[in-house]
């Protein structure tokens, strides 16, 4: 009984228990929970019902993924690994089309990331306006001259990135592993959106495909042709991080906008491997197709989108591509080894343009600028840190053709070319000077204020006729200055100072600056201030700055204190690192006064707690819609917003707005969750259909969704649809002079808009006031907005170009911006004021070579380059004088644009000089030219061996002899600095015994020439002069080599005649005719202790032994068969090469010479009268116990046999020593020359 009541209780209790959880799951769907101030920590609301349908049993085991980036249209993911999908063997393709749900319950809490119980904002970086020069496209990168008026319709994405620029139709993606911390997570208090209408879920058309046998492809290239075509074309790929190649590849196409795609490796070649998709920017259906120049070097060719395909071999490897910017057949190709080929087939036949050819530094011709249609700017390599720019026409770049706008060399890497621009940079007297032509005319230096010392200089912005700069100065390290010229590009003024840069993903320099899309002259840029970033907004380019104004109010409605300047909107502009994801910043022409970004607000930028934020009235008021990061891209013509959640989850909804993001709706692409990897939208400016790319899992194939937003809109819009809005800057409506009203769609209403309708304007001119004028060159904007003059600045009375008799317009110090419109008001009191050109004296007179140095080589010609800043350039007379007794004169300046050209015959020092003078007075520069011929060789000339303490002289030969001036380095020993001497001899003292280097170095111009060799260092040595027979002079060919080796053999014989040791002979081959040398003879290291005189006595004994041998011509070789060479001695020099200015030496001779002789003579009378003195006995008597040392008598000595190599005795030689001497004189085979002895010729 008690058991079955027991189980009763059970059971009821268990009801209970399940009946409660069940109440609370379904209520908690529509727990609300709100977040207050005093919260400490975030409370998690109830999952949304997204979140509940996905399938969590695996995802523990797979890296997530996380979105990155967005733009123009095209959604940005990333990562660092690829994802290895399963594979499938059929392709599959779904519809799905979802019938309206239950709206999900909306909570003002923020939702946690439950997986891994924190949050973390994922930061995109924007795509600010790069600073990086004009460059060619790469292989991975279709991009056309920045000189064409075509858009670019193709990117390239690598490491699970897709990315879509500005009229692009072509992605690229790669899949990635996303860690699951980069979640982004919502924040307390903060709703998912601004304002979602939660009552329903909505149903988009949509249609999946998956690509089967490619799930290991980890790379993909996708071109959407556009332009009312419904084929894209998809190269997907697997590439071997390993190799650093691809090994597999799959070629894709569909023709009904993306439902169903075709297999065309069939059509291409099973086994060809393609790596990179191409299409003509002038052409869409025009594809080309490269192959994986490891296995093949070809390219494929299809003239009907894709349809069809033809293969042609190529004898280079293409590293990247540059198409003309009007003719679709033009193309330039730069090859790995830095040559440049051309094709005016389209890639059917390539012909060769130059070799040497700077990476990124070749531009095509534009017409009107160009002399022809078909020319070629290129920057060439000619030597080491020397670079030319030259022209070249199509298809013959031959020396007669080629043309030189600038005749001097230019820094490398400095050509670019941009619009009606060329800029370059020439070396001039060791600085970097930048240069620029306009329209094609001869070139000028670039004039910054004064004291503006560039360490970089980039161009921003050729638009509107205008050049704008941004400049690193000589004290800045991580900011710019941008500054902005007149039409000519040559007086740049102040713009913005300390703009935030950072490095791009290819070494180039990354500029915060952004330029809005669809209204001129308002930009964005985040200056430093006080140690913080700060982002200010301009609408009359440039000349105006101001903080941007926070948001009013939160996303959840409460009020946002944020007082300037202490508190303000800040938005990031700066680019990812990730070198293929967008940036967090958006606008659009189609859609002018809207703008999309990533920010905070508070005192300065930060990454933390970043938020997404819009305004509709181009920068004057803005409106948080997201507390978490979001993608958005605009729709149909900018008239809705479509928005991506960032999140390593799987999603199958999306977010639209069709009013401006004040209110969201979701939609459903798909009825299972997909991990997205990356999103296309349909090119040009309707974007009504879209492609989002990505798996179901991390183990399957690719799925495409092709999204049809059609069905969205019921109707064609109207004028009616319409609404105008006025352009103003806090309430100021003249901006660039002129009142513009746009029109813009009235909100939610659906309705396709016309191609032409989102151009609609109106404007109206305003009167000038002194808002519409900026500060001349050489003035500066004062606190209360008057320009006045700089103090390092004084006003020319007149232009160089001004012609007696003629006007000119002289400054007022302002100047009216190029692109502002006013008329009337205060034009004429700011604008330049006409006066009628008065004489001037010339002044500001400049010159210096075409090379940038003072240094020239004998023979060839010298271009002297003369510019005269002020003066009457037409009426002033020009002479140049070039130093050598020639000088040449010109009527103006102006006819010397090109440079003066001349030849030396000599070489030396010359003083060149210009003279420009006209009536009123005459201006003259000198600069001092270094003449000089190739030197080719510089020989160090020496004693092998010197004497302690004694100087010793260094001489210097060089070939040719007489080559300019010449620069001397010596190195003695390991000391690190050098003597530097203009002359090629030198003395120096040598305070320490053994073996010491000695270096010289010899400057001429740009080439140095090195000679070494080592000394050894004694106390005392004998040396003798040698000389040879002379049969030996007609085999001295005059290299140090050979005369190393007669030295080593003379030296052999001596050793093998004599019997003394090698180590106590140095023999050195003198250079030069007749031969000559000189024998070294060196006392052992073990003698130091001994007697002053006894080292002497031992030296000269073993002389008279060599000396005897040299005498009797004992000393010879055989040079080759038939040919026997003699060595004699001619005469004895102690200590050759010695400064004779010191006399310690020989008056130390002298001394010990009169103590011989002295001891000689008691010697003598002691022998004869030694039985007279009582005591006194022999030396030997006296030491019976002590061997004698002497050396014996020699009587025969054994040389080679001429004839042989048997040894031939001869009967004597005249060596008769005394047995009975005192002193040590060791024998000749017990004498040892010390270690340190050096090597010896």
Same mark, same amino acid.
């Given at each position: 009984?008690?058991?079955?009541?027991?189980?009763?209780?059970?059971?009821?209790?268990?009801?209970?228990?399940?009946?409660?959880?069940?109440?609370?799951?379904?209520?908690?769907?529509?727990?609300?929970?709100?977040?207050?101030?005093?919260?400490?920590?975030?409370?998690?609301?109830?999952?949304?019902?997204?979140?509940?349908?996905?399938?969590?049993?695996?995802?523990?085991?797979?890296?997530?993924?996380?979105?990155?980036?967005?733009?123009?249209?095209?959604?940005?993911?990333?990562?660092?690994?690829?994802?290895?999908?399963?594979?499938?063997?059929?392709?599959?393709?779904?519809?799905?089309?979802?019938?309206?749900?239950? =709206?999900?319950?909306?909570?003002?809490?923020?939702?946690?990331?439950?997986?891994?119980?924190?949050?973390?904002?994922?930061?995109?970086?924007?795509?600010?306006?790069?600073?990086?020069?004009?460059?060619?496209?790469?292989?991975?990168?279709?991009?056309?001259?920045?000189?064409?008026?075509?858009?670019?319709?193709?990117?390239?994405?690598?490491?699970?990135?897709?990315?879509?620029?500005?009229?692009?139709?072509?992605?690229?993606?790669?899949?990635?592993?996303?860690?699951?911390?980069?979640?982004?997570?919502?924040?307390?208090?903060?709703?998912?959106?601004?304002?979602?209408?939660?009552?329903?879920?909505?149903?988009?058309?949509?249609?999946?495909?998956?690509?089967?046998?490619?799930?290991?492809?980890?790379?993909?290239?996708?071109?959407?042709?556009?332009?009312?075509?419904?084929?894209? *074309?998809? %190269?997907?790929?697997?590439?071997?991080?390993?190799?650093?190649?691809?090994?597999?590849?799959?070629?894709?196409?569909?023709?009904?906008?993306?439902?169903?795609?075709?297999?065309?490796?069939?059509?291409?070649?099973?086994?060809?491997?393609?790596?990179?998709?191409?299409?003509?920017?002038?052409?869409?259906?025009?594809?080309?197709?490269?192959?994986?120049?490891?296995?093949?070097?070809?390219?494929?060719?299809?003239?009907?989108?894709?349809?069809?395909?033809?293969?042609?071999?190529?004898?280079?490897?293409?590293?990247? *591509?540059?198409?003309?910017?009007?003719?679709?057949?033009?193309?330039?190709?730069?090859?790995?080894?830095?040559?440049?080929?051309?094709?005016?087939?389209?890639?059917?036949?390539?012909?060769?343009?130059?070799? =040497?050819?700077?990476?990124?530094?070749?531009?095509?011709?534009?017409?009107?600028?160009?002399?022809?249609?078909?020319?070629?700017? %290129?920057?060439?390599?000619?030597?080491?840190?020397?670079?030319?720019?030259?022209?070249?026409?199509?298809?013959?770049?031959?020396?007669?053709?080629?043309?030189?706008?600038?005749?001097?060399?230019?820094?490398?890497?400095?050509?670019?070319?941009?619009?009606?621009?060329?800029?370059?940079?020439?070396?001039?007297?060791?600085?970097?000077?930048?240069?620029?032509?306009?329209?094609? &005319?001869?070139?000028?230096?670039?004039?910054?204020?004064?004291?503006?010392?560039?360490?970089?200089?980039?161009?921003?912005?050729?638009?509107?006729?205008?050049?704008?700069?941004?400049?690193?100065?000589?004290?800045?390290?991580?900011?710019?200055?941008?500054?902005?010229?007149?039409?000519?590009?040559? @007086?740049?003024?102040?713009?913005?100072?300390?703009?935030?840069?950072?490095?791009?993903?290819?070494?180039?320099?990354?500029?915060?600056?952004?330029?809005?899309?669809?209204?001129?002259?308002?930009?964005?840029?985040?200056?430093?201030?006080?140690?913080?970033?700060?982002? @200010?907004? !301009?609408?009359?380019?440039?000349?105006?700055?101001?903080?941007?104004?926070?948001?009013?109010?939160? *996303?959840?409605?409460?009020?946002?204190?944020?007082?300037?300047?202490?508190?303000?909107?800040?938005?990031?502009?700066?680019?990812?690192?990730?070198?293929?994801?967008?940036?967090?910043?958006?606008?659009?022409?189609?859609?002018?006064?809207?703008?999309?970004?990533?920010?905070?607000?508070?005192?300065?930028?930060?990454?933390?707690?970043?938020?997404?934020?819009?305004?509709?009235?181009?920068?004057?008021?803005?409106?948080?819609?997201?507390?978490?990061?979001?993608?958005?891209?605009?729709?149909?013509?900018?008239?809705?917003?479509?928005?991506?959640?960032?999140?390593?989850?799987?999603?199958?909804?999306?977010?639209?707005?069709?009013?401006?993001?004040?209110?969201?709706?979701?939609?459903?692409?798909?009825?299972?969750?997909?991990?997205?990897?990356?999103?296309?939208?349909?090119?040009?400016?309707?974007?009504?259909?879209?492609?989002?790319?990505?798996?179901?899992?991390?183990?399957?194939?690719?799925?495409?969704?092709?999204?049809?937003?059609?069905?969205?809109?019921?109707?064609?819009?109207?004028?009616?649809?319409?609404?105008?809005?006025?352009?103003?800057?806090? =309430?100021?409506?003249?901006?660039?002079?002129?009142?513009?009203?746009?029109?813009?769609?009235?909100?939610?209403?659906?309705?396709?808009?016309?191609?032409?309708?989102?151009?609609?304007?109106?404007?109206?001119?305003?009167?000038?006031?002194?808002?519409?004028?900026?500060?001349?060159?050489?003035?500066?904007?004062?606190?209360?907005?008057?320009?006045?003059?700089?103090?390092?600045?004084?006003?020319?009375?007149?232009?160089?170009?001004?012609?007696?008799?003629?006007?000119?317009?002289?400054?007022?110090?302002?100047?009216?911006?190029? #692109?502002?419109?006013?008329?009337?008001?205060?034009?004429?009191?700011?604008?330049?004021?006409?006066?009628?050109?008065?004489?001037?004296?010339?002044?500001?007179?400049?010159?210096?070579?075409?090379?940038?140095?003072?240094?020239?080589?004998?023979?060839?010609?010298?271009?002297?380059?003369?510019?005269?800043?002020? +003066?009457?350039?037409?009426?002033?007379?020009?002479? /140049?004088?070039?130093?050598?007794?020639?000088?040449?004169?010109?009527?103006?300046?102006?006819?010397?644009?090109?440079?003066?050209?001349?030849?030396?015959?000599?070489?030396?020092?010359?003083?060149?000089?210009?003279?420009?003078?006209? !009536?009123? +007075?005459?201006?003259?520069?000198?600069?001092?030219?270094?003449?000089?011929?190739?030197?080719?060789?510089?020989?160090?000339?020496?004693?092998?061996?010197?004497?302690?303490?004694?100087?010793?002289?260094?001489?210097?030969?060089?070939?040719?002899?007489?080559?300019?001036?010449?620069?001397?380095?010596?190195?003695?020993?390991?000391?690190?600095?050098?003597?530097?001497?203009?002359?090629?001899?030198?003395?120096?003292?040598?305070?320490?015994?053994?073996?010491?280097?000695?270096?010289?170095?010899?400057?001429?111009?740009?080439?140095?020439?090195?000679?070494?060799?080592?000394?050894?260092?004694?106390?005392?040595?004998?040396?003798?002069?040698?000389?040879?027979?002379?049969?030996?002079?007609?085999? &001295?060919?005059?290299?140090?080599?050979?005369?190393?080796?007669?030295?080593?053999?003379?030296?052999?014989?001596?050793?093998?005649?004599?019997?003394?040791?090698?180590?106590?002979?140095?023999?050195?081959?003198?250079?030069?005719?007749?031969?000559?040398?000189?024998?070294?003879?060196?006392?052992?290291?073990?003698?130091?202790?001994?007697?002053?005189?006894?080292?002497?006595?031992?030296?000269?004994?073993?002389?008279?032994?060599?000396?005897?041998?040299?005498?009797?011509?004992?000393?010879?070789?055989?040079?080759?068969?038939?040919?026997?060479?003699?060595?004699?001695?001619?005469?004895?020099?102690?200590?050759?090469?010695?400064?004779?200015?010191?006399?310690?030496? #020989?008056?130390?001779?002298?001394?010990?010479?009169?103590?011989?002789?002295?001891?000689?003579?008691?010697?003598?009378?002691?022998?004869?009268?030694?039985?007279?003195?009582?005591?006194?006995?022999?030396?030997?008597?006296?030491?019976?116990?002590?061997?004698?040392?002497?050396?014996?008598?020699?009587?025969?000595?054994?040389?080679?046999?001429?004839?042989?190599?048997?040894?031939?005795?001869?009967?004597? /030689?005249?060596?008769?020593?005394?047995?009975?001497?005192?002193?040590?004189?060791?024998?000749?085979?017990?004498?040892?020359?010390?270690?340190?002895?050096?090597?010896?010729?």
């Amino acid at each position: 009984m008690e058991t079955r009541l027991g189980h009763c209780l059970f059971i009821i209790f268990s009801e209970w228990i399940w009946l409660f959880t069940t109440t609370s799951i379904l209520d908690g769907t529509k727990a609300e929970v709100r977040c207050i101030p005093s919260c400490q920590l975030p409370l998690i609301a109830a999952f949304p019902r997204e979140l509940s349908e996905l399938d969590f049993t695996n995802f523990s085991e797979a890296q997530a993924e996380e979105f990155v980036g967005f733009t123009e249209g095209s959604f940005i993911a990333s990562g660092d690994e690829k994802h290895n999908v399963a594979e499938s063997t059929a392709s599959e393709e779904s519809s799905s089309k979802v019938q309206p749900l239950l =709206g999900e319950n909306n909570t003002s809490c923020p939702q946690k990331d439950v997986l891994n119980g924190h949050q973390k904002l994922c930061r995109p970086k924007v795509l600010s306006r790069s600073a990086s020069r004009a460059t060619a496209p790469s292989a991975s990168n279709i991009t056309e001259n920045s000189t064409g008026d075509g858009k670019n319709n193709s990117s390239y994405v690598e490491n699970g990135d897709v990315t879509v620029n500005e009229g692009s139709d072509v992605a690229s993606w790669k899949r990635s592993a996303r860690s699951a911390e980069t979640w982004s997570g919502f924040r307390p208090g903060g709703g998912e959106v601004a304002s979602v209408s939660d009552q329903e879920e909505f149903q988009l058309t949509s249609s999946t495909f998956a690509l089967t046998e490619d799930t290991a492809h980890n790379q993909a290239m996708v071109h959407w042709s556009g332009q009312n075509s419904s084929v894209i *074309l998809m %190269l997907t790929k697997y590439y071997d991080f390993n190799s650093g190649r691809v090994t597999e590849s799959s070629l894709w196409r569909s023709t009904d906008y993306g439902t169903t795609y075709e297999k065309l490796n069939e059509k291409v070649g099973t086994k060809t491997i393609l790596s990179y998709l191409y299409v003509s920017p002038n052409n869409k259906r025009k594809i080309m197709l490269l192959t994986d120049p490891e296995v093949e070097s070809s390219l494929l060719i299809s003239l009907d989108e894709g349809a069809s395909y033809q293969k042609h071999s190529l004898g280079f490897d293409i590293l990247s *591509l540059l198409f003309h910017p009007e003719q679709e057949d033009w193309i330039l190709a730069y090859s790995h080894d830095q040559k440049l080929y051309v094709s005016v087939e389209f890639g059917r036949r390539w012909q060769l343009v130059h070799d =040497g050819v700077v990476p990124n530094r070749f531009y095509w011709s534009r017409l009107g600028l160009d002399k022809e249609q078909g020319m070629i700017h %290129l920057e060439i390599s000619v030597s080491d840190g020397r670079s030319q720019y030259i022209t070249c026409k199509l298809q013959n770049c031959s020396d007669g053709n080629k043309g030189k706008p600038f005749p001097g060399s230019i820094i490398p890497n400095s050509l670019v070319v941009q619009d009606e621009y060329v800029f370059i940079q020439v070396p001039v007297g060791g600085q970097s000077v930048h240069y620029v032509s306009y329209k094609r &005319n001869s070139f000028y230096p670039m004039k910054l204020p004064k004291y503006t010392l560039p360490k970089d200089l980039q161009i921003i912005s050729t638009d509107d006729n205008q050049v704008v700069a941004a400049i690193q100065d000589w004290h800045q390290n991580d900011s710019y200055n941008l500054y902005m010229s007149e039409s000519r590009g040559l @007086y740049f003024t102040l713009m913005l100072e300390d703009v935030v840069s950072s490095g791009g993903p290819e070494g180039n320099i990354m500029i915060d600056l952004y330029e809005v899309a669809g209204i001129k002259g308002v930009f964005l840029s985040n200056k430093v201030v006080e140690n913080q970033v700060k982002t @200010y907004i !301009t609408y009359n380019k440039g000349r105006d700055w101001r903080l941007l104004q926070a948001p009013t109010t939160d *996303l959840q409605g409460n009020t946002v204190y944020c007082e300037q300047p202490y508190c303000s909107l800040h938005l990031h502009l700066h680019v990812s690192e990730n070198p293929y994801t967008s940036g967090n910043i958006v606008s659009k022409d189609s859609a002018p006064g809207i703008i999309i970004a990533s920010g905070v607000v508070g005192p300065e930028l930060t990454s933390n707690n970043v938020s997404i934020f819009i305004t509709s009235d181009a920068g004057n008021t803005w409106r948080e819609v997201f507390q978490e990061e979001y993608s958005v891209f605009f729709l149909n013509q900018g008239g809705s917003l479509v928005a991506i959640r960032h999140t390593p989850l799987p999603i199958r909804h999306i977010w639209l707005s069709f009013d401006e993001g004040r209110n969201w709706d979701k939609y459903s692409f798909t009825s299972s969750p997909l991990y997205v990897d990356g999103v296309l939208g349909e090119p040009g400016e309707d974007t009504l259909i879209m492609t989002i790319f990505g798996h179901f899992s991390h183990r399957s194939e690719w799925q495409l969704v092709k999204i049809d937003f059609r069905s969205i809109f019921q109707q064609q819009c109207t004028s009616e649809d319409y609404l105008t809005w006025q352009l103003n800057n806090e =309430g100021e409506v003249c901006i660039m002079g002129m009142k513009r009203i746009f029109q813009k769609l009235k909100a939610n209403v659906r309705c396709v808009k016309a191609r032409d309708q989102y151009i609609s304007q109106m404007s109206d001119s305003c009167p000038c006031t002194e808002a519409d004028f900026e500060c001349d060159y050489g003035f500066e904007r004062q606190i209360d907005g008057s320009c006045t003059l700089s103090f390092w600045f004084v006003p020319s009375a007149t232009s160089k170009n001004c012609i007696t008799g003629d006007s000119f317009l002289n400054t007022t110090g302002y100047r009216k911006a190029l #692109s502002n419109n006013c008329t009337e008001g205060s034009l004429l009191r700011y604008s330049p004021r006409r006066q009628k050109c008065p004489s001037q004296a010339p002044r500001g007179l400049q010159l210096f070579t075409s090379e940038g140095t003072l240094v020239a080589t004998l023979g060839r010609n010298v271009t002297f380059l003369v510019f005269l800043e002020e +003066g009457l350039g037409s009426m002033t007379s020009i002479t /140049v004088d070039f130093g050598d007794g020639t000088a040449i004169s010109y009527v103006n300046i102006t006819s010397i644009d090109d440079g003066v050209k001349h030849m030396y015959s000599k070489v030396g020092i010359y003083q060149v000089s210009a003279t420009a003078s006209n !009536t009123l +007075g005459l201006d003259r520069v000198i600069l001092y030219l270094h003449v000089s011929c190739q030197l080719e060789q510089v020989q160090l000339l020496a004693p092998s061996v010197v004497i302690k303490n004694k100087a010793v002289n260094l001489t210097t030969v060089l070939r040719p002899s007489n080559v300019g001036t010449v620069i001397y380095y010596w190195w003695f020993d390991n000391k690190t600095e050098p003597v530097v001497t203009l002359d090629g001899a030198t003395s120096f003292t040598f305070s320490k015994e053994g073996s010491h280097t000695v270096t010289v170095q010899a400057s001429v111009g740009n080439t140095v020439h090195q000679d070494q060799m080592s000394l050894a260092v004694y106390d005392y040595f004998r040396s003798h002069i040698l000389a040879f027979s002379s049969n030996l002079d007609e085999m &001295n060919p005059g290299v140090s080599e050979w005369r190393e080796d007669i030295g080593r053999v003379v030296k052999s014989c001596m050793v093998q005649v004599t019997g003394i040791s090698e180590d106590r002979l140095l023999v050195t081959v003198l250079p030069g005719l007749p031969t000559t040398a000189e024998v070294f003879i060196v006392p052992e290291r073990r003698a130091r202790d001994r007697a002053v005189d006894e080292k002497w006595a031992h030296l000269d004994q073993l002389s008279q032994v060599l000396l005897s041998a040299l005498n009797q011509d004992l000393i010879q070789f055989t040079l080759k068969p038939g040919v026997q060479v003699n060595v004699y001695a001619t005469q004895l020099s102690p200590a050759p090469l010695v400064d004779s200015s010191h006399s310690s030496h #020989s008056g130390t001779a002298v001394i010990m010479l009169v103590s011989v002789v002295l001891m000689g003579l008691a010697v003598f009378v002691i022998y004869k009268f030694k039985r007279k003195i009582p005591g006194m006995n022999t030396y030997t008597a006296e030491q019976p116990d002590k061997e004698q040392e002497v050396i014996p008598t020699v009587t025969s000595i054994a040389i080679p046999n001429p004839e042989g190599d048997k040894l031939t005795s001869l009967d004597h /030689v005249d060596v008769q020593l005394d047995s009975t001497s005192r002193g040590y004189l060791p024998s000749h085979t017990d004498i040892k020359l010390s270690d340190e002895a050096p090597r010896v010729f």
